[in-house]
């Protein structure tokens, strides 16, 4: 059966980048992989589009693809508009409308990168960390939320919440993952101050009991932070709520050289997917075809895995980036001394060229 992809390019950067996945997709599909893609609008180009950072026709294609491909969204034309007409509530609406619970963040480091980490060598050489982010609930989405005035002065106001069925149904697609991996999974929240992270805590503890082999440990999330940049070798999977995922995953990038190699999964309870990059929309680069799309590429590859279940084409996507990199050609984010610096575009024509072989 053909399998049905959404391609929402969104904002910014976000038309540019995923035109070099669709590319390594085009590649795929000549090779025979039986795909069809059908594009859409999100984010601000949504609202351009229809008023409506997330259109009816774009929810209705994402609700009949089998995956969805994203850009990014945002950008500070957008950023005077009323909140709900916002390009990240377009993103956010998509998330939550299609049970995207479980946001997959894998961190790694490329060895030719090494010397693009703002740390040492040492400490990032090897780096292979996977966060499971949780996407459709917390702070993000708790109800009540607001700006309202409150004893003559206004307040802001934002309710953290987890159920415990949210908390479950994340942490068993964390530990599924653990035992796929190193069998160790870190728990991360901040229990000694939150209601919220003490039950987040109890459930994690009470899944942990059908999973005797991960070796679980808990860290609160002010110290995890320390811990990424002081050792981060110590953490295989990561599980954690939707903002502390957010941060931590943005810092994990940096481990991995540069916030423009990361790619991200979420994941409903079927696998069926989103794929997007983690960074956002780089309206100061946007148009000039030097962005980096090998997060975007390598979002492909996740597809492939998580969706479709097509290991083959997904370490074939995969390894291509790795020629790419081991040939030395280089976005300028990742770029080091005595590498070939090219632009989007010709990045991603270089992977589908290594795709060839
Ligand atoms: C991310 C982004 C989004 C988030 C924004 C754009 C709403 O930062 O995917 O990490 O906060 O989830
Ligand atoms: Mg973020």
Redesign the pocket.
């Known amino acids: 059966m053909t399998k049905k992809i959404a391609v929402l390019p969104g904002d910014g950067i976000g038309p540019e980048i995923v035109a070099q996945a669709v590319k390594v997709l085009d590649a795929l599909k000549a090779d025979g992989l039986d795909i069809e893609l059908e594009e859409g609008t999100i984010g601000g180009a949504g609202y351009d589009a229809a008023g409506d950072p997330l259109p009816e026709a774009t929810l209705k294609l994402a609700r009949e693809a089998d995956a969805i491909l994203l850009g990014a ?2 950008g500070p034309e957008y950023d005077k508009l009323d909140r709900p007409l916002r390009p ?1 509530r377009g ?2 609406r998509i998330r939550k409308e299609l049970n995207l619970f479980a946001n997959l963040r894998p961190a790694l480091l490329y060895p030719e990168l090494a010397e693009a980490s703002s740390l040492k060598p040492e400490v990032v050489s090897g780096l292979d960390i996977m966060i499971v982010r949780e996407l459709t609930g917390d702070v993000y989405f708790g109800q009540p939320r607001g700006i309202e005035e409150r004893n003559g002065e206004r307040v802001g106001f934002n309710t953290m919440l987890y159920s415990e069925s949210e908390v479950r149904r994340v942490a068993r697609v964390a530990f599924d993952i653990a035992m796929k991996r190193d069998k160790r999974l870190c728990s991360v929240e901040k229990a000694n101050v939150l209601e919220c992270s003490e039950l987040w805590r109890e459930v994690v503890l009470e899944v942990a009991r059908d999973y005797p082999e991960v070796e679980l440990s808990h860290m609160y999330v002010d110290n995890a932070a320390m811990q990424l940049v002081k050792w981060p070798k110590q953490f295989d999977v990561i599980v954690t709520g939707n903002i502390f995922g ?1 941060i931590l ?2 810092q994990a990038s940096m481990l991995s050289g540069s916030i423009g190699m990361l790619p991200s999964a979420s994941l409903d309870k079927d696998n069926k997917g989103m794929y997007e990059p ?1 960074h ?1 929309s780089a309206p100061d680069i946007a148009g000039q075809d030097k962005a980096n799309p090998l997060a975007t590429i390598l979002s492909v590859a996740m597809m492939l895995r998580y969706t479709f279940a097509d290991e083959v084409n997904a370490k074939r996507v995969e390894d291509a980036v790795k020629g790419v990199l081991a040939q030395g050609i280089r976005t300028v984010d990742i770029a080091t001394e005595g590498c070939q610096t090219v632009a989007c575009s010709a990045m991603g024509d270089a992977v589908v060229a290594a795709m060839r072989g």
């Open positions: 969204v945002g990240e993103l956010l957010d995953s943005d983690i956002g």
